[in-house]
Structure formats: C-alpha cells, structure tokens
C-alpha cells in the first residue's frame, strides 16, 4: 500500500439514522447488525412500555459488538493502548475492558464522532442508572424510565454501532499500525506531516500505537520500529502533554528491566534527542497505581457503582500518597470520579478513600493534571455540563488552593478561575467548549 493511500486517521462517517426519527421499528430496522429476531423483540418491548427492559438489552448488545470490532486490534494492543499492563492476549475483552474504556477508545480511533461518544456515554449513565442497585432505594422506588430516555438510548446505539456491519475505522488503524513496523518513514511523509497538524487525542494515541510495538516487534519489524520512532517521537516532542512524555519514559524503563538491548538503545536515542530523561521513572509502580485506578473509573462507569467504588477506591489509598509521575493523572481521574459522583448520588463509602488520594495531590501535581491532561478527560469534562456533579466540582475546588498555580491552556485556566468563583454557567461552557474539541 502506497504511503499516501493511508489513512491516518479520519471522523467517523456521517449517521445513517437521522436524529428525528423516534419510532422504534423504524429505528430498530437500521440496526443491521441485529438479529430479526432481536430487532422484532426491542421493537415490541418499547411498543409495549417495557422501556427499562429494551434500553438495557441494546446497550449490552451495542457494547458488546463495539469490543469485538476492538479486539481485530489485538487484545494486547488494547491495553497498551488504554496504558492497562494487566491486559493480554488471553484477556476476555467482554470483561476486561469497561464500557467507557470501549467508547473512549472507539473515539481516539476514529470509529465514533465526538457527538456519538458523548451521547453514548450519556445513555449509559441514564441504563447503569435504572439497572443498579438504585432501584431498590427507598427515594427513587417509583422511579422508571421514559420513552424518551429509552428511545435516545436506541437512536445513539444504532447510529454509532448497529447501523454499520462493519467499522472501516479499525482496519484504517490496524493498517497504520502495520506500516510503522513495515516502513521507515521519512521526516517529511505524508504520515508525519499529517499526524502533526492533527488533533492531539491522534498524537497521544500514535505514541502509544508506536510504544506498544517496542513489545511485541521482533527482527525487521522491530527494526523499522525502532527508527520510525527515533524520527517521530523528536518530530512531536514539543506538541506532547506530560502523561505522554512519561508515557515514552516508561517504556524505556519496561525495556531497560527486561534487557531488550535493540528496544533500549532506540529509545536511549530518543530520549537523548529530546533530553527527556527526567519523564523516565525510577520504578515500575507506577504499573500498579494505574491498573488500581483504571478499576476505580470502571466500577464508577458500570452498573452498581455507589457498592461496587468504594474497595478498588480504598486499594487506590492504601497504595500511599507518593504517585508516581505516569500514574498521576490517571489517579486524580478516579479520585475525582468517586468525588463528583453522577446525578443519582454518590458512594459514601469511598468518600475518605478518595479525599486520601487526593490530598497527596500537590500544586505542581494538580498543574500536572490540569494541563497535561484535563482538556481530554471526557468522563471529568461530562460531569461539568450541569447537575449534582457540577455542584460538587464548584464545592471541591473552594477547599483546595490553587490561586498560585499558572496554566498553560488559557481555556482550563478559564474555567478554574470560574470553578473559584462559583460561576457555573462559564464552567459549563468552557467544559462544553472542551468537549467540542475532542
């Protein structure tokens, strides 16, 4: 395949369902990826007020499809991708992976537009919602969904997922992937030149793509690897975030402990390239804090979450104060999950949990967090569009000084300073901005 004839990465195709069509046996005869049957079942479900039943069932369905168009990519890769060293070729993809992880990365990679992803992951609190222990509270035992919650859910499914048999975005990704351990790209190749005019989300995950080969590239592959990345980690050095320039100093640590000499010495290359050998850490704990974090976020995102937050929460605490630098923004993420909670509540019980972690969170580390990586945290950036966890993210941030902290990005130093001043309307509109950009 020519150079030019591959896609970095592109938008996902316009949806083949309008957003106006709300019947569901229309809706459900675009989702072509359904049985008759199933489509026939949901359609009568929704006909027949069965709302809660209906929603559930496509959003198990819708998942469940997502991640086996994912895993084509290689289980292993996935989670080099999604930074989760406890995934492997043996991994259940159905289990391992939450279904946040699954739209996030179905986002970087292209498969969803930036209005799917946030529509899906809005569906999805709405069905965990009535689908959790929720249900048997006392206060909300009268609750049930609409039509119109569960229509939405439907709509959003089909567009994203079940309307196309196949998503071509993977296969422009794995193809990408296959290139950088076929080719030796040149400074100025259409790649290169492409991938640094793009949004970051495809910078971040191109250095993950290229990291992740390090690990399983042998002989010429790993060859080729090696150079395409002493020529465009340096071409890119300067557009790169915190988490991503430890990101590279963590691969060469995982080389260097495992005595791969031709993978140390391209990177030992690039990190001289680019004097980058303050992003390589010490030790490899930051490994651990990841994978306890990343638990966090999937119990916060998946059914049952107020009983389920609160052990992986309290093994996140009980880790100690001092973070690792790569694990730092993953770690404010699940703390700030826990703290913010969704429009239904909160888990109580891993409240103090959370409060632990994030007092270890220094000025310089919430600097760390807020420009490295707070412009791309959509699960964060979603709860600041209104409601309870709004509330909860003005109160948070009156009792944690940050007025001595400058920030880079002019849009998230903004908004603090309206998250210090109480004023909800401009932190909707800067998170809405930031969203918008993803």
């Not at 206060?139 to 919650?149: G, L, N, P, Q, S």
């Not at 030790?283 to 119990?299: G, H, K, P, W």
């Amino acid at each position: 395949m020519a150079n030019n004839d591959i896609a970095i990465w592109k938008e996902s195709t316009p949806n083949i369902v309008p957003d106006n069509v709300s019947d569901a046996t229309q809706l459900t005869n675009f989702a072509v990826q359904l049985k008759p049957k199933e489509r026939s079942q949901i359609a009568m479900n929704l006909q027949h007020g069965n709302f809660e039943i209906a929603a559930s069932y496509v959003w198990l369905r819708t998942m469940a499809l997502l991640k086996q168009q994912l895993a084509k990519l290689g289980i292993t890769f996935i989670g080099e991708l999604l930074q989760r060293p406890d995934m492997d070729e043996y991994s259940d993809i159905t289990s391992a992976v939450s279904d946040t992880e699954a739209i996030s990365l179905a986002r970087d990679i292209g498969m969803l537009s930036k209005l799917q992803t946030m529509r899906l992951l809005q569906s999805q609190t709405i069905v965990n919602h009535f689908a959790g222990t929720a249900q048997s509270d006392a206060d909300v035992v009268d609750e049930e969904m609409t039509k119109e919650e569960a229509i939405s859910c439907l709509r959003i499914c089909v567009q994203g997922v079940l309307a196309h048999e196949t998503i071509s975005a993977a296969e422009d990704f794995k193809s990408f992937r296959d290139l950088l351990t076929e080719e030796t790209l040149s400074k100025d190749s259409h790649e290169i030149v492409k991938l640094k005019t793009s949004p970051y989300f495809f910078v971040k995950t191109a250095i993950g793509v290229l990291l992740s080969l390090f690990k399983t590239a042998k002989s010429a592959q790993l060859e080729h690897t090696v150079r395409n990345a002493q020529i465009l980690i340096p071409q890119l050095w300067d557009q790169l975030k915190a988490p991503e320039k430890w990101q590279v100093g963590q691969a060469y640590a995982e080389q260097f402990s495992e005595g791969k000499k031709q993978s140390i010495a391209g990177l030992h290359t690039v990190l001289v390239a680019v004097k980058g050998f303050d992003f390589v850490p010490e030790n490899l704990r930051s490994t651990t804090f990841v994978r306890i974090a990343s638990s966090v976020v999937a119990a916060h995102t998946a059914m049952d979450n107020f009983y389920n937050e609160p052990a992986p929460m309290r093994e996140l605490a009980s880790l100690g104060s001092s973070i690792p630098g790569p694990a730092v923004a993953h770690c404010v993420t699940a703390a700030l999950c826990v703290k913010l909670g969704n429009n239904y509540g909160i888990s109580r019980a891993a409240q103090a949990s959370a409060d632990a972690v994030l007092a270890g969170i220094s000025p310089d580390r919430w600097k760390f967090y807020l420009d490295g990586r707070f412009s791309e945290d959509r699960i964060i950036l979603l709860k600041l569009l209104g409601g309870a966890p709004l509330d909860r993210w003005i109160s948070l941030f009156q009792n944690i000084q940050l007025n001595s902290v400058s920030l880079e990005s002019k849009d998230v130093n903004a908004l603090m300073e309206a998250t210090r001043n109480s004023n909800k309307n401009k932190v909707k509109l800067i998170a809405s901005k930031l969203l918008e950009l993803l």
